[in-house]
């Protein structure tokens, strides 16, 4: 299972998504006291982009992933917008974009009925803040109704992205904006930014961030690993290795020697 874990970004589109389920009942099996609400490989930086950022105390645990988003949010206003984030997983991240910068709503989107039961009794009195049920590339909303979608490491499951593009571009208002990130192949770049180009997003800002994800997962193996062995039966330690990314795993390899790139992009409809 750990050879399966240690390929999964490599693995035919139409076996991520269920393998991603997977994923995510054995994390909801072993975290009883629902502490794990971020599940992404995070971002750091050596040039202050953060001296600013001043967390509550209960968030400094989750500094790094927390760090991803806001890179991705940072040229964004957030205040009294209406925004939808596709592939929200446990909700880390909703909640906190919303908690921090107060949209009038966040809606969380995720495939999984049992990921948006969590998110629903994981993320209470968050003000504005929701999860529902829905797919992709059919989002159940109306056209031009949303100011800004987020997606965060997610699109890379998905069976037909241009598909999924296309339907980002229906739901947001005039002039709003798509805030992506996500790991790419380098050999699918220009595959990946075609496809946005077609779809009709026209590029705000596009950077190839993959040393800023490989810095914080060295900053954040050693409590990776720690939360892993408080949590997983030591059989599985291996297999979680891979799939957080923890140094001298393959996925963390495969960031550190180029085999795959990450990528966040600020878009405009």
């Avoid at 495939?111 to 629903?120: G, L, Q």
């Avoid at 529902?132 to 800004?148: C, E, N, V």
């Avoid at 499951?157 to 002039?175: H, M, N, T, W």
């Avoid at 380098?186 to 490989?214: M, S, T, W, Y």
């Amino acid at each position: 299972m750990s050879k399966i874990v240690e390929k999964y970004a490599e693995l035919p589109r139409p076996l991520r998504k269920p393998l991603w389920r997977i994923w995510h009942r054995m994390i909801t099996s072993y975290d009883k006291e629902t502490s794990t609400v971020f599940m992404n490989y995070g971002y750091a930086s050596e040039n202050g982009e953060f001296d600013k950022v001043k967390l509550k105390s209960e968030d400094e645990a989750d500094k790094y992933s927390i760090q991803l988003y806001h890179h991705v949010a940072r040229h964004f206003d957030f205040a009294g917008k209406d925004v939808l984030e596709v592939g929200s997983g446990r909700g880390g991240g909703a909640s906190y974009l919303t908690r921090y910068f107060k949209p009038k709503s966040y809606t969380g989107l995720d495939i999984s009925s049992k990921t948006i039961d969590f998110c629903n009794s994981r993320h209470t009195n968050v003000e504005g803040l929701s999860f529902i049920k829905g797919h992709s590339q059919d989002l159940p909303f109306a056209d031009a109704t949303m100011d800004a979608v987020v997606n965060v490491e997610s699109a890379r499951c998905y069976g037909d992205i241009p598909k999924f593009f296309s339907e980002v571009y229906r739901v947001l208002k005039a002039d709003g904006k798509f805030l992506f990130a996500d790991m790419i192949k380098p050999e699918d770049v220009d595959i990946i930014n075609k496809q946005l180009e077609e779809a009709g997003f026209k590029v705000f800002e596009k950077k190839n961030i993959r040393q800023n994800v490989v810095r914080a997962l060295k900053l954040d193996s050693e409590y990776r690993k720690s939360h892993i062995h408080s949590k997983a039966p030591k059989m599985f330690h291996k297999m979680f290795y891979q799939f957080a990314g923890v140094e001298g795993s393959e996925r963390f390899d495969a960031f550190d020697k180029n085999r795959i790139d990450y990528w966040s992009y600020t878009l405009t409809k």
